[in-house]
């Protein structure tokens, strides 16, 4: 055989593999390996492996489409290869991308909850002289939520003040109740 290893690309896409990008990117996580890992183990139903996504948060620049390449061997992976053989021609990355997500041990949302993450060659941000900065009307709609959270919040605190009055009320009734039905007999 001339080549002893099958090579595999995975495209990513910025709209839809956030999530994946900002692993790709993070200088504590080996994405290729961990990639090829996953295709191994789930080919070779290994229900004992899975991936830890990177819990500390850096600097990974922009958000932009990336591949990421990693490689079989004929030798010591020959079922694994021949079980990718399998794979609809077209769906090789959607596929990928699927296996590598249910190894997950727990979704990284960071990418998604944290503007560190957002991807500014697309027109997130905007570039000012302080840095990336949110458009107005987009800070306003978080603005919006974060202040409906804490109204919401606010809600749920007194409607739980209000429900242990009254389930103490309640309790003091009781108690009260007993006391005169125990005077009475």
Known sequence: ???????YTVRLNWKTDLD????FKHP???FAKFMRMAIVAFVRGDDDFYIIPPERKC??????NVEVHFRLNYETESDVIAFLTTVKKG???TFFKLVFRSY???????????????????????????????????QAIIDKKDNNLKDDLEKIVSEV????????NLDDKKKLAKIILNDIS
């Open 1 to 7: 055989m001339a080549n002893k290893y099958a090579s």
């Open 20 to 23: 994946l990008i900002a692993m």
């Open 91 to 93: 769906q090789g990355c």
């Open 104 to 138: 997950l041990k727990s979704f990284y949302f960071a990418p998604f909850l944290s503007d560190q993450y957002a991807a500014p060659t697309h027109g997130f941000y905007k570039k000012t002289s302080k840095g990336n900065v949110l458009p107005n009307r987009l």
């Open 59 to 64: 600097d990974v620049g922009y958000l932009d």
């Open 161 to 168: 003040i209000v429900t242990n009055t009254i389930m103490k």
């Open 28 to 30: 504590d996580f080996n």
